[in-house]
């Protein structure tokens, strides 16, 4: 079962958001598919496809690896949820 989420990353990153994708890349490999992403001035966002269903593994793992990159202030939200997650 696939579980589709959206990573809003702030504006003023001292990283790229290559950088973040390949990170999330390396630390979920085949659990996740980057399937669009962006930036603009409110900040850059990553479209993710997980195949794995277990949300408190997801976020745990995703708060490490932008804690590894000094990434402060993001935010994921679950498809079909309302409020947005802190990381």
């Known amino acids: 079962m696939s ?3 959206e990573l809003l990353l702030p504006v003023g990153l001292e990283v790229d958001r290559d950088d973040v994708e390949d990170g ?3 630390e979920f490999q085949d659990l996740v ?3 669009g992403s962006g930036s603009g001035v409110y ?3 990553l479209d993710l496809e997980f195949r794995s269903a277990d949300q408190s593994e997801l976020v745990s793992r995703l708060r490490a690896v932008l804690r590894a990159l000094a990434v402060k202030g ?3 939200r679950f498809e079909g949820a309302t409020d947005w997650i802190d990381l």
């Open 3 to 5: 579980l589709f989420a």
């Open 24 to 26: 999330v890349s390396e």
């Open 33 to 35: 598919e980057v399937t």
């Open 43 to 45: 900040g850059a966002n």
């Open 74 to 76: 993001a935010k994921l």
